[in-house]
Nanobody, 116 residues
Framework: QVQLVESGGGLVQPGGSLKLSCAASVSISSFSAMAWYRQAPGKQRELVAT???????YYAEYVKGRFTISRDNAKNTWYLQMNSLKPEETAVYYCWGGLPYGMDYWGKGTLVTVSS
């Protein structure tokens, strides 16, 4: 059973930074792609960033230049460095990992609150 566990969420002031982590119970070299999503109160879940097994990255336009997705295969963990955070980015952030052949997994989420 693959488990993904997010950590690193919390309260941060506008303009501040946080780094989220997603620890997998299996080798992340098994994943063909990894990602971060977020869901703000009353809104649909939206894609934030992705990274493939080849190292290619994608960022949603609304975070481009401020957020960075990365991974550490040795630690079976991927990350989301978030800078210049805005109040409207308050949300539960979820990590997602996709295995070949269509199987995918979600973490339970970590809450990020951007407020003064």
């Amino acid at each position: 059973q693959v488990q993904l566990v997010e950590s690193g969420g919390g309260l941060v002031q506008p303009g501040g930074s946080l780094k989220l982590s997603c620890a997998a119970s299996v080798s992340i070299s098994s994943f063909s792609a990894m990602a971060w999503y977020r869901q703000a109160p009353g809104k649909q879940r939206e894609l934030v960033a992705t990274i493939t097994d080849g190292g290619s990255t994608y960022y949603a336009e609304y975070v481009k230049g401020r957020f960075t997705i990365s991974r550490d295969n040795a630690k079976n963990t991927w990350y989301l460095q978030m800078n210049s955070l805005k109040p409207e980015e308050t949300a539960v952030y979820y990590c997602w990992g996709g295995l070949p052949y269509g199987m995918d997994y979600w973490g339970k989420g970590t809450l990020v609150t951007v407020s003064s």
